[in-house]
């Protein structure tokens, strides 16, 4: 069955005082793109977090944010009191500073290497790294879950357009013989009348020849059974693939091809009624398909 590509999960958890929450949104694409929003302590995630969303998400704008905070003292920056006091020294041998104690004690924190972080990058991976991965794990089964849940309710959606499609088809074939008998009963009355004040005769060979030649341009019978194997195969797609999207792109785009065919050679206004029907419903589906993964 089908899923779409819109979908939402998230997952929550604490663990030695800190807190993590990880939201990931699916958006449609035709091809695979991921936003994903870390914090700069375990920015080294990302290009394994990306390989693991192209693996289970496939194609879609994929958007993975995780957000974390961190109760605990470990957070605290350390103060690399060394340094401080180098920068201390340095200001007492200023001539002319009288008093480098009043000297604002914030400045002297953006110095450079006076703020330390708590742990390089290495620590933090390693520290925060499987908890992210599991709850990354988490959101994706979510947002798969609402992804087959709105996959559910878009097939379903298509089957009603498939099914308007096929009952204006039906109604066309039925319509179809009708077309040339009754192109030769206007044929030969307009030829009679033209002919009727001459006093003269249409050949019955000519005739039928001329409705011979309509018949054979005006013939639709390959293309309605064309246009029937193909929502056939669309739906065979939509119940058989969760990656049918492209496929069935390409599907309704040889529907449209179809219906334009059959448009144009029928010449009759009934059977165009029809097919105004059929493309509108080929337009909707070729607008939903674009939802699907």
């Known amino acids: 069955m089908i899923i779409s590509m819109t979908g939402f999960g998230d997952a929550y958890a604490e663990q030695d005082g800190t807190h993590y929450a990880v939201e990931i949104r699916a958006l449609n694409n035709r091809y695979f793109k991921s936003v994903i929003k870390l914090p700069e302590t375990v920015s080294g995630l990302e290009p394994e977090l990306e390989t693991t969303l192209r693996e289970k998400l496939g194609r879609g704008t994929i958007t993975f944010i995780l957000k974390m905070r961190i109760d605990s003292a470990d957070a605290a920056y350390h103060i690399n009191k060394a340094a401080l006091q180098a920068y201390l020294e340095q200001l007492n041998d200023i001539p002319g500073l009288s008093d480098p104690a009043r000297v604002d004690l914030g400045s002297l924190l953006q110095l450079p290497g006076v703020c330390q972080e ?41 089957m009603r357009h498939v099914a308007l499609i096929a009952d204006n088809l039906k109604e ?21 009348q033209l002919l009727s004040k001459a006093e003269l005769q249409v050949n019955q060979v000519d005739l039928l020849k001329e409705v011979a030649v309509f018949a054979e341009r005006a013939d639709i019978s390959e293309e309605i059974q064309r246009l029937n194997s193909h929502l056939q195969a669309f739906e065979n797609a939509c119940r058989k693939d969760e990656h049918a999207g492209r496929k069935l792109d390409f ?12 448009g144009s050679k029928a010449n009759d206004a009934t059977i165009a009624t029809h097919i105004v029907e059929i493309k509108g419903a080929i337009d909707r589906l070729k607008e939903q398909v674009q939802n699907v993964e």
Do not use: C, W
């Open 118 to 158: 708590p742990r390089d990058d290495s620590d933090e991976l390693a520290v925060h790294g499987p908890m992210v991965r599991d709850l990354a794990a988490k959101a994706i089964v979510k947002l798969l879950g609402m992804r087959q849940r709105e996959g559910e309710g878009l097939f379903a959606d298509l």
């Open 172 to 192: 066309i074939q039925k319509r179809a013989p009708f077309v040339i008998d009754e192109y030769h009963k206007k044929l030969a009355n307009r030829v009679s």
């Open 251 to 262: 599907i309704t785009q040889e529907m449209l091809r179809e219906a334009n065919t059959i």
